[in-house]
């Protein structure tokens, strides 16, 4: 899988900027959240990754103006959790990206999902 870099990254999502379309729609959120139940996954194909090969990526977060990891504000920061974490995607309708981390709590496995804006795309 192709490691992405912010360049990279950046172009793809500015790329795409413009919108999306139905097949992509459920998932156009800024924020991370939960994939929908239901998602075509088929709508998506996996075009790179955000992941560095560690065995134990750091759970440092990058919040420098307060926003939490939930926030539709926070940094798309590549070496900080979650993005360490996830891979990229694109639709197979119209190419919007989006991240994608599967998220693994006490009791449950999920996947997440945001949106790639390139504006929030830091080094």
Not at 5 to 26: I, S
Not at 40 to 45: I, K, S, Y
């Amino acid at each position: 899988m192709v490691q992405m870099t912010v360049a990279a990254l950046k172009a793809l999502a500015q790329a795409q900027a413009g919108g999306g379309c139905e097949r992509c729609a459920p998932l156009a959120h800024p924020g991370w959240e939960a994939m929908p139940a239901g998602f075509a996954e088929r709508d998506l194909r996996q075009v790179g990754t955000l992941r560095d090969g560690s065995d134990e990526p750091t759970w440092e977060e990058h919040h420098p103006t307060g926003t939490r990891t939930w926030s539709p504000e926070a940094p798309i920061a590549l070496r900080f959790h979650p993005c360490n974490r996830s891979d990229v995607w694109v639709c197979v309708g119209c190419g919007r990206p989006f991240l994608r981390y599967t998220e693994f709590g006490g009791y449950y496995v999920e996947q997440r999902v945001r949106l790639l804006d390139a504006a929030l795309i830091v080094d």
